[in-house]
């Protein structure tokens, strides 16, 4: 595995490293690695008094560091979501001043309360609007694996600083797949948890329409399941905390789709792996139930139409309620932005009431399936440049995005959870990732899947994290 942070953080309580020595790590780390263009704002002096704030209370309160699930792992947040306080975000965009100001938003908070050290922020594409983390303000981040490749996005930051071992794991944001698709280009364990499970406040709130979450990228499963356990708390919406399996006394109907249809097929290889994954799991005894892309087709249309709306008319709403002048923007932003304006409330309306059908669509199908496999990428990472902003045409920005991530959109439309991993690799040693899905409030079931997959060894990290022995 080379490392995760509950290695970190058992290292670090075990008094093998100081939470300084594991922040001077990290910071060498970065200054090393900056031409994958991962980082796109650094506080060395935040970072610093930080791991030093956890090794003091380690002196003079044991018990309060011991209760910190991850006390003095650094890590960092990203350039788009709820507010860290002291961290200026800009949302990757020249719109916005560096300077900070904000208060912790709730689920900052919780970072910080489970012993995390921040010290920066990791790129992110204009407003999220893509795939790949190439901001026009810069750097543009690169896929340590291949860096010509990108990281994916729009928690491409966030992934290439944990897949290079920068951090062990970092803050991420999901609205169209901005937590998978990064994980999938970078070899990491990635879930968009279950709608309302995560903390969105007190201010966040619901700006787009509840389709996005905000939890890490990680590289593991177990350190999946300790951060989303710390952060979703005790409170993760109206669903119920169901056992890892609870279908048939452990034997689980397994949906399988791996044909992605003609429109946006997926490479032979990456519905390979798919297979792989599910006759693996087909050889602990859960029963595998095809699926057909006929029973899908419309929910990803659907899916994607729904995503294109809400997020033109959320830009469009933001840069009207803070009076930005969005002629400083990216091309491909301010177009985003007038087809929001555009947008007529009778089509939004039918957007959001196709939204629920989607959401109607899916809980069918987990009448007769208790999870779904399928593929997470179409294809390898694409070569950086594949989703130029300096354009105006939303269509074909949307359409690419698309095809590169047909199934990415279903989950954050629908509010169901989805997590993908790694299941080997390709020719080119790029990760094959595959992608689960389970119903509302089922994150221990994918997270027991994960795990299971996981443990099969298919994929190891390229780089150790920082502060601990490759």
């Given at each position: 595995?080379?490392?995760?942070?509950?290695?970190?953080?058992?290292?670090?309580?075990?008094?093998?490293?100081?939470?300084?020595?594991?922040?001077?790590?990290?910071?060498?780390?970065?200054?090393?690695?900056?031409?994958?263009?991962?980082?796109?704002?650094?506080?060395?002096?935040?970072?610093?008094?930080?791991?030093?704030?956890?090794?003091?209370?380690?002196?003079?309160?044991?018990d309060r560091f011991a209760a910190r699930l991850f006390a003095g792992v650094p890590t960092l947040a990203k350039d788009l979501g709820g507010p860290f306080a002291g961290l200026p975000v800009t949302a990757g965009?020249?719109?916005?001043?560096?300077?900070?100001?904000?208060?912790d938003s709730d689920l900052a908070a919780r970072f910080r309360d489970a012993g995390f050290c921040l010290f920066g922020l990791t790129t992110s594409p204009e407003f999220g609007l893509s795939l790949a983390s190439?901001?026009?303000?810069?750097?543009?981040?690169?896929?340590?694996?291949?860096?010509?490749?990108?990281?994916?996005?729009?928690?491409?930051?966030?992934?290439?600083?944990?897949?290079?071992?920068?951090?062990?794991?970092?803050?991420?944001?999901?609205?169209?797949?901005?937590?998978?698709?990064?994980?999938?280009?970078?070899?990491?364990?990635?879930?968009?948890?279950?709608?309302?499970?995560?903390?969105?406040?007190?201010?966040?709130?619901?700006?787009?329409?509840?389709?996005?979450?905000?939890?890490?990228?990680?590289?593991?499963?177990?350190?999946?399941?300790?951060?989303?356990?710390?952060?979703?708390?005790?409170?993760?919406?109206?669903?119920?905390?169901?056992?890892?399996?609870?279908?048939?006394?452990?034997?689980?109907?397994?949906?399988?789709?791996?044909?992605?249809?003609?429109?946006?097929?997926?490479?032979?290889?990456?519905?390979?792996?798919?297979?792989?994954?599910?006759?693996?799991?087909?050889?602990?005894?859960?029963?595998?139930?095809?699926?057909?892309?006929?029973?899908?087709?419309?929910?990803?249309?659907?899916?994607?139409?729904?995503?294109?709306?809400?997020?033109?008319?959320?830009?469009?709403?933001?840069?009207?309620?803070?009076?930005?002048?969005?002629?400083?923007?990216?091309?491909?932003?301010?177009?985003?932005?007038?087809?929001?304006?555009?947008?007529?409330?009778?089509?939004?309306?039918?957007?959001?009431?196709?939204?629920?059908?989607?959401?109607?669509?899916?809980?069918?199908?987990?009448?007769?399936?208790?999870?779904?496999?399928?593929?997470?990428?179409?294809?390898?990472?694409?070569?950086?440049?594949?989703?130029?902003?300096?354009?105006?045409?939303?269509?074909?920005?949307?359409?690419?995005?698309?095809?590169?991530?047909?199934?990415?959109?279903?989950?954050?439309?629908?509010?169901?959870?989805?997590?993908?991993?790694?299941?080997?690799?390709?020719?080119?040693?790029?990760?094959?990732?595959?992608?689960?899905?389970?119903?509302?409030?089922?994150?221990?079931?994918?997270?027991?899947?994960?795990?299971?997959?996981?443990?099969?060894?298919?994929?190891?990290?390229?780089?150790?994290?920082?502060?601990?022995?490759?």
């Amino acid at each position: 595995m080379r490392g995760d942070a509950t290695d970190l953080a058992a290292a670090i309580r075990g008094g093998s490293l100081s939470a300084a020595e594991a922040m001077q790590a990290s910071l060498a780390a970065a200054v090393l690695q900056e031409p994958l263009g991962a980082i796109a704002y650094l506080d060395a002096a935040m970072g610093l008094a930080s791991a030093d704030d956890r090794d003091r209370e380690r002196q003079g309160d044991a018990d309060r560091f011991a209760a910190r699930l991850f006390a003095g792992v650094p890590t960092l947040a990203k350039d788009l979501g709820g507010p860290f306080a002291g961290l200026p975000v800009t949302a990757g965009s020249r719109l916005f001043e560096r300077k900070g100001g904000e208060a912790d938003s709730d689920l900052a908070a919780r970072f910080r309360d489970a012993g995390f050290c921040l010290f920066g922020l990791t790129t992110s594409p204009e407003f999220g609007l893509s795939l790949a983390s190439e901001p026009a303000i810069g750097p543009i981040c690169r896929n340590p694996l291949d860096p010509a490749r990108t990281a994916g996005g729009s928690s491409g930051g966030a992934a290439a600083a944990v897949a290079a071992g920068i951090v062990a794991i970092a803050h991420a944001t999901d609205a169209g797949g901005s937590i998978r698709v990064p994980a999938a280009c970078c070899g990491l364990v990635g879930m968009k948890p279950t709608r309302g499970a995560i903390p969105g406040g007190p201010s966040f709130g619901n700006h787009l329409a509840g389709i996005a979450s905000e939890l890490a990228v990680c590289r593991s499963v177990r350190d999946t399941a300790l951060i989303f356990d710390r952060l979703a708390g005790k409170s993760r919406g109206p669903f119920p905390d169901p056992s890892p399996v609870d279908s048939d006394n452990g034997r689980l109907r397994i949906g399988l789709l791996a044909d992605t249809g003609s429109v946006y097929p997926t490479e032979s290889d990456r519905r390979a792996a798919v297979e792989d994954a599910a006759r693996a799991l087909e050889s602990d005894g859960h029963l595998i139930v095809p699926l057909s892309w006929a029973e899908f087709e419309w929910s990803v249309t659907s899916s994607g139409r729904a995503f294109a709306d809400i997020v033109s008319v959320n830009l469009a709403a933001l840069i009207e309620a803070a009076a930005l002048d969005d002629s400083r923007a990216e091309p491909l932003t301010q177009a985003f932005a007038a087809r929001g304006r555009a947008i007529s409330a009778t089509s939004l309306w039918n957007s959001l009431n196709d939204a629920v059908l989607v959401s109607r669509n899916l809980w069918a199908l987990f009448d007769s399936v208790d999870c779904i496999l399928m593929p997470m990428l179409s294809s390898a990472p694409l070569a950086i440049g594949s989703f130029p902003s300096d354009h105006a045409d939303t269509d074909l920005h949307l359409e690419r995005m698309a095809t590169f991530a047909p199934l990415a959109c279903l989950a954050n439309i629908s509010g169901f959870p989805a997590l993908t991993l790694p299941f080997g690799q390709d020719v080119h040693a790029m990760p094959l990732p595959v992608q689960i899905m389970a119903p509302m409030g089922h994150e221990p079931r994918l997270l027991s899947l994960a795990a299971r997959l996981e443990a099969e060894g298919r994929w190891q990290h390229r780089f150790p994290v920082a502060g601990l022995l490759s």
